[in-house]
């Protein structure tokens, strides 16, 4: 995947995005609100599971199809290729960062910080990695070369194409903008 990760293209993608936040054309952190909100809604379907599972009760199914209708209408907002791969890889991609965020919070809690620190690294990976995917920096079929390090634990990498994907991210996307 690193050699199809055009550098050039990156930065003019990032001055592109500049340009558009300085004539107040682009207001990504309205998006990036609605990517948490849809990560939070993986997760709601996920305990919905869960919870029918355990408390051997149908109705949370019910809720379960709601909550993924509602899931489902928002994500069509964001992924604009709503067939094949592209959509169902970004879903996933969110869903692993918010699970990967929840389990670097729970060691912060226990006072593992340094996994937490490498969880949470993990968790904006796949994050970056999905505004990779939506921004159209990379075509979707290169993601099959990617390697199992995305979420190893132990991989320690600063460079290459996931952080390239976070440095995008951190210099357009702005959560901060009211």
């Known amino acids: 995947m690193k050699e199809k990760i ?14 558009l936040k300085k004539e107040n054309k682009l207001d990504l952190s309205t998006d990036e609100d609605l990517v948490l909100a849809i990560m939070n809604l993986v997760s709601i379907e996920e305990h919905f599971f869960f919870t029918a599972e355990k408390a051997a009760d149908k109705k949370y199914y019910d809720l379960l199809k709601n909550i993924r209708e ?13 067939q ?23 060691e912060l809690g226990r006072g593992k910080k340094k996994d937490a620190y490498e969880f949470f690294e993990k968790a904006y ?5 999905f505004w990779g995917i939506n921004f159209k920096v990379i075509p979707v079929d ?14 320690k990498s600063k460079n290459g194409a996931f952080a390239k994907f976070k440095d995008l991210v951190k210099k357009v996307v702005d959560c901060c903008i009211e």
């Open 6 to 19: 055009d550098n050039k293209k990156i930065q003019e993608l990032i001055e592109k995005f500049s340009d």
């Open 70 to 82: 509602i899931r489902k209408s928002l994500l069509k907002k964001l992924v604009k290729n709503s």
């Open 84 to 106: 094949g791969e592209e959509w169902c890889i970004s879903k996933h991609l969110l869903a692993g960062s918010m699970r990967l965020m929840e389990v670097g919070t729970k």
């Open 125 to 129: 990976e796949l994050y970056s990695l």
């Open 142 to 155: 290169d993601l099959k070369k990617i390697d199992g390090r995305v979420i190893n634990k132990s991989d």
